[in-house]
């Protein structure tokens, strides 16, 4: 499965995210060059993540630890 396409976030964590509706896979790059394909991640998560004032305590606290995961 590709990886959706990153766009560039405002964070001091988060590099850029991706977002696939159709497969609903959130795809994660952080500023250390780490990135993640996050799976059944419902548009809503995405859009609030997108419209989080910190990007960063937004993921930890509703992504993170809430969606199963594959390293890239």
Do not use: C, W
């Amino acid at each position: 499965m590709p990886a959706p396409p990153l766009v560039p976030v405002d964070s001091s964590s988060l590099a850029a995210v991706g977002y696939d509706p159709e497969t609903q896979v959130l795809h994660v790059r952080f500023v250390s060059g780490r990135a993640y394909l996050y799976h059944d991640v419902p548009p809503s998560t995405h859009a609030a993540l997108l419209d989080a004032e910190s990007k960063g305590a937004y993921f930890n606290r509703e992504i993170r630890d809430a969606f199963r995961f594959t390293r890239l």
